[in-house]
């Protein structure tokens, strides 16, 4: 069972590189999502997703963008990156319309800006 | 909006011993979920257990359960018989039921095992 599958699972860039973090499911899952991970400031909510062409902001959305295209994929793009995105990134899918349902998680993407 | 607090940054336990999380919410909704994820130096999120709030029943997952007080708008997590293997980060996490499935993470609590 693939789950969510994120990569790379580490990167260094340089200050004003671009780049994109990879997102794939293959669970059917409507909701995907992005969230960055930062001591002491648990788990925040990038960018999110309720189907195909469908995206919206979440707590932190400021220098990155998403889209979603297809139903399995959910890609996170770095515009230009700044030392204050290092972090670790996950990616995250779950159903949306089924109760009670767990969200399954990709194994992270630790990204270091220099 | 929600938040979720948890304010003990690290704690430590002897193996075999029983240790207890603190976790709490703020929400203006009646109906939610509350969940506990581990992630262990692998980084894996792992979900160790789940409580729906509308149930006054607390979860429990073998050595893994939780006292859930709704009014007190607490969710903490006790660990039994603590094996080495339980050694991570621990995070609380509360969903709303309608609406999108976004999930509000606390600061998380590193839990130490000593063999």
């Known amino acids: 069972n693939a789950g969510v599958t994120q990569t790379p699972k580490f990167q260094v860039l340089k200050t004003g590189q671009s780049m994109t973090l990879q997102c794939a499911q293959d669970?059917?899952?409507?909701?995907m999502s992005w969230y960055r991970q930062d001591p002491g400031m648990g788990l925040r909510l990038i960018h999110y997703s309720v189907g195909a062409g469908i995206t919206d902001q979440g707590e932190v959305p400021n220098g990155y963008n998403v889209s979603r295209s297809t139903t399995e994929d959910f890609p996170l793009r770095l515009l230009s990156a700044a030392p204050s995105q290092t972090s670790v990134y996950f990616c995250?899918?779950?159903?949306?319309?089924?109760?009670?349902?767990?969200?399954?998680f990709g194994q992270g993407t630790r990204l270091t800006v220099v | 909006a929600q938040t979720v607090t948890q304010s003990q940054p690290e704690m430590s336990v002897q193996e075999a011993e029983t240790v207890t999380l603190s976790c709490t919410y703020d929400?203006?909704?009646?109906?939610?979920?509350l969940f506990w994820y581990k992630q262990p130096p692998s980084r894996q999120m792992i979900l160790v257990i789940r409580?729906?709030?509308?149930?006054?029943q607390n979860a429990t997952e073998n050595r893994f359960s939780v006292n859930f007080q709704k009014a007190a708008k607490s969710f903490s997590l006790k660990i039994s018989d603590s094996q080495l293997g339980d050694a991570a980060m621990y995070f609380c996490?509360?969903?709303?039921?309608?609406?999108?499935?976004?999930?509000?993470f606390g600061q998380g609590t590193r839990l130490t095992i000593n063999p």
């Open positions: 996490a509360y969903r709303a039921i309608q609406g999108a499935q976004k999930l509000v």
């Open positions: 995250a899918s779950s159903y949306l319309r089924r109760t009670n349902t767990e969200a399954f």
């Open positions: 409580q729906e709030a509308y149930k006054q």
């Open positions: 669970m059917n899952h409507e909701y």
């Open positions: 929400t203006s909704e009646s109906d939610y979920y």
